[in-house]
């Protein structure tokens, strides 16, 4: 079971950082933080594959700091990138 | 018994990890930022919940599978925000600061 889980977490680690060319192709900003969006929440489940696959509970507690984390990443861009308006209003 | 929680497991697992596959696949081939935001939003919930349901089976107490699930939620709350939120960013016709 253990290497299923480990196949798994590193197909899905594959998987979003080929999604991560989107970062280099773009065009636009909100393109590139999609794609690191996507590497959060795929990062977030290859740590939970992870960390059953080698029986370690301490994963779960990195996977929720990074569910966290990838949240405060968009809200400080989307954030960040309408300003002058939310100033405005 | 094993036998069957393991096969759930790698049922849901897989399933989760196509969807991840065609989030990125979405991403990258989907032609303007909506959609691609559309396609995210499933590697978002469907994929990284369809890992959270196959790891379940495998969790020993209620407590680890309760922190499991609370992963889950909220990746689910901060991926419906953010998307919100990015979407308004993205709406076209709407100059962007």
């Known amino acids: ?89 | 018994m094993t036998l069957a929680l393991d096969a759930l497991t790698i049922l849901a697992v897989s399933s989760g990890a196509v969807f991840f596959l065609a989030g990125t696949v979405g991403l990258l081939r989907f032609p303007d930022a909506l959609s691609r935001l559309h396609a995210l939003t499933k590697a978002d919930n469907l994929g990284l919940g369809l890992i959270v349901f196959g790891l379940l089976f495998q969790m020993k107490g209620p407590s680890a599978a309760l922190k499991l699930v609370s992963v889950w939620l909220l990746a689910l709350l901060a991926g419906a925000t953010v998307a919100q939120l990015i979407a308004h960013a993205a709406r076209p016709g709407e100059p962007r600061q």
């Open chain 1, 1 to 89: 079971m253990a290497d299923f889980l480990l196949a798994a977490a590193g197909f899905v680690l594959a998987t979003v950082a080929l999604g991560l060319v989107r970062v280099l192709w773009g065009p636009g900003e909100v393109d590139r933080i999609m794609a690191a969006q996507l590497l959060g929440t795929g990062g977030i489940a290859a740590l939970l594959l992870w960390g059953e696959a080698m029986n370690l509970a301490a994963a779960v507690d990195v996977a929720l700091t990074l569910a966290l984390l990838a949240a405060f990443i968009s809200v400080a861009f989307v954030k960040a990138s309408t300003r002058s308006e939310a100033d405005e209003a």
